[in-house]
């Protein structure tokens, strides 16, 4: 089983739509969880770092972080097509380890 | 402040030879950690150096070795290239050790094609 499992998709929603992106984790050692966005031919991007379970925001974007069900997830409210990357979830202890990346396209 | 920078962007090997991946680090950060990206197997950890020393290592052979300079920067190598060695390798760097309690920001990544 990988620590970090991360649906593919790909996701496509239309302009102005909520976005929930998820993922599932294994080792209970992860202390931090944090959120990237990945453009085409780009590094990676940190979007959202947390380490606690609950809520945190910034801007049009949500972490939510669940240690007891050991689930991580990434809300975008009012999803524009700047929006469209590749979005990769990821837990630490001494290590990062990522899922393999959510495809989102959002169309205008 | 200028971001993570990596050299060469691309590069092509045949087989069997050798590459090193150059990266300079955020200034001011003393953290350089490298990592493979694939289609198949997603973002892994590759090593993390802090202050000339390899802190943390991931589960790849020992074909894989880094090194840190005084200066921060790090430089990856590659010997006796296979095929599945072909990925997008990025690199990078936090304030201090880490990725423990710290932010890591990225490179562009260097795209190594192995023939």
């Known amino acids: 089983q990988k620590e970090v499992e991360q649906d593919p998709g790909p996701l496509s929603v239309p302009e102005g739509a909520i976005v929930s992106l998820n993922c599932t984790y294994s080792?209970?050692?992860?202390?931090?969880f944090m959120w990237y966005r990945q453009y085409s031919r780009k590094g990676p991007e940190l979007l959202m770092y947390?380490?606690?379970?609950g809520n945190k925001e910034d801007g049009r974007f949500t972490a939510q972080v669940d240690k007891s069900s050991k689930y991580i997830s990434l809300f975008i409210r009012d999803s524009q097509p700047s929006d469209s990357a590749t979005y990769l979830c990821?837990?630490?202890?001494?290590?990062?380890?990522f899922g393999k990346g959510t495809l989102l396209t959002v169309n205008p | 402040k200028a971001g993570v920078t990596q050299t060469p962007r691309y590069l092509i090997k045949t087989r069997g030879q050798q590459v090193t991946l150059s990266c300079s680090p955020i200034?001011?950060?003393?953290?350089v950690s490298w990592y493979q990206q694939t289609p198949g197997q997603g973002l892994q950890f590759l090593f993390e150096?802090?202050?000339?020393?390899?802190?943390n290592k991931g589960n790849f052979p020992g074909r894989f070795s880094g090194r840190q300079f005084s200066n921060s920067r790090s430089e990856m190598n590659v010997s006796t290239l296979e095929l599945g060695d072909s990925a997008l390798y990025l690199c990078?760097?936090?304030?201090?050790?880490?990725?423990?309690?710290?932010?890591?920001?990225f490179g562009p990544g260097t795209r190594l094609t192995v023939t």
């Open positions: 990078a760097s936090s304030l201090a050790q880490g990725p423990v309690g710290d932010e890591q920001y």
């Open positions: 080792n209970s050692a992860f202390q931090y």
């Open positions: 947390t380490y606690s379970s």
């Open positions: 990821g837990g630490s202890n001494y290590k990062l380890t």
């Open positions: 200034s001011g950060h003393r953290s």
């Open positions: 150096y802090f202050s000339e020393t390899q802190r």
